[in-house]
């Protein structure tokens, strides 16, 4: 459970990040066991059954990898995604409607991205749109697939362990840790078992919030978008 950079230019991709939602009933109207007593096995396996069926999610927050900073600051769901990624300066905001995926930044990110300021003359301020089998793009691409997402999200690197427990926006939350990377993920102690918020052992902190709200996305205009895949053609 952490969160990842790398592609052809800058990639971020959520790779262990947790999801928040809403206490309540289950649908026989009685309310399930307190988090804090279940196996760490077991609220995973719930965690994700309930992240599957909320459909969004609003991450926002930062990560250090390989040291660099990244802030987050994304909507995904089922079949849209818009949101930013920033990292050494540059910021890429990320636009996924259907199987179609686009990237854009400022004329000077592309030049400080590629190390062209021709690449900055051509895509700056303009929507890319990635190519939909070119593996090194495949990261963007997983924002927009939400089955991948969820559970690429919630499978611990290691073995998950429960720790303690703390308040986190007003929420009672049960720490569970990975042992593969050492980050914890705070989930509430009673209600769905959607995680509030990751912690990672470098000071970082990505919050999830707003779950299960429609996240409505368009196209950019077909004037400002340069497809990739024809471009390389």
């Not at 990320?94 to 990237?103: E, N, P, Q, R, S």
Request: charged share 25%; with cysteine.
């Amino acid at each position: 459970m952490t969160i990842r950079r790398g592609t052809l230019l800058f990639i971020a991709v959520l790779t262990g990040a947790g999801l928040v939602g809403c206490g309540g009933d289950d649908k026989e109207g009685a309310r399930r066991p307190s988090t804090a007593d279940l196996s760490a096995e077991k609220i995973v396996e719930e965690t994700k059954a309930a992240a599957a069926a909320a459909k969004s999610v609003h991450a926002i927050g930062d990560t250090l990898d390989d040291g660099t900073r990244i802030t987050v600051d994304l909507r995904v769901s089922e079949g849209a995604t818009t949101g930013s990624l920033t990292a050494e300066g540059v910021t890429i905001e990320i636009l996924a409607v259907g199987k179609d995926t686009f990237m854009r930044a400022s004329k000077d990110g592309w030049t400080k991205m590629t190390g062209e300021a021709a690449a900055g003359e051509l895509f700056g301020g303009r929507w890319a749109k990635i190519p939909p089998n070119e593996e090194t793009f495949e990261s963007y691409r997983n924002l927009a697939d939400w089955d991948f997402f969820v559970e690429d999200a919630l499978t611990p690197d290691g073995t998950a362990s429960k720790s303690e427990t703390k308040q986190i926006g007003g929420v009672e939350a049960l720490g569970l840790i990975d042992s593969g990377d050492n980050a914890t993920l705070w989930i509430p102690v009673e209600g769905d078992p959607l995680p509030l918020q990751e912690d990672a052992q470098d000071g970082s902190v990505l919050e999830f919030r707003e779950w299960g709200e429609p996240i409505m996305v368009k196209p950019p205009p077909a004037e400002q978008v340069i497809d990739l895949g024809e471009l390389a053609s």
